[in-house]
Structures are given as structure tokens and as C-alpha cells.
């Protein structure tokens, strides 16, 4: 029973992005304290030998380092979106596609697919 409880405090909120072959997720969890992280997950399918696995990437963002990370990201896409792609429309990424249901019929592994 208490494993249960550490797993809920341990699990806040997580944001899942399908971008293609990758997936990306943002995962807040809490540490024992009640102090909050966020840990961004870049998720890519690979195929080796007729069986496919999942190579991970993972980054851990500290509350202190918030602002720091997010400003950084920003001026990082600012400068290919106004520098150096200033004539390409990204307004073509910005909506992103409906799933439909024959896709996830064919997804055998399910949408709440997660990694720790």
C-alpha cells in the first residue's frame, strides 16, 4: 500500500508529443519532499533483427533551473524561426493533426504508453 502511495506523489502531470518517429515526454514528478522536477523523455522506435525497441533520451530540469531552460529554448527558436529560416512558414506546424480511430486501432501497444 504505501508503494502505491510513493507512485501517485512520485506521478503529477505528463504531456505526451508524437512528433513522427519520436516521442517526446514532459513528466512533472515530486520528490519525497513534495519538490517538484520536470523530466523531459525523447522516446525514438528502432528496428533491429524483425524486433523494435525504444532508445530513450532523458534530461532532468530542476525548479531552479526553470526560467533558465525555458528563456533559452526560446532565443534557440527565435533565432531559426527570425534568423536563419526567416522566409519558411512554420505556421504549417501549428495545428496539429486529429487521430483517428484507425490509428489507434492499429497502435497495439495503446495510448498511455509511458517511460520512466
Known sequence: MEN????ERDEIFTKRVKAGKRTYFFDVKATRSND?????TESKRKIKDDNF???K???????EDFAKFVEALQDAVDHVKNDLMSDFDFSQF???PEPS???NE???FGEDLKWD
Open 53 to 55: 525497441f525504444y532508445e
Open 36 to 40: 517538484y522536477y520536470l523530466t523531459i
Open 106 to 108: 492499429n497502435n497495439k
Open 101 to 103: 480511430e484507425s490509428n
Open 4 to 7: 502505491n502511495k510513493d507512485y
Open 57 to 63: 533520451h532523458k534530461i532532468f530540469l530542476y525548479k
Open 94 to 96: 501549428d495545428t496539429e
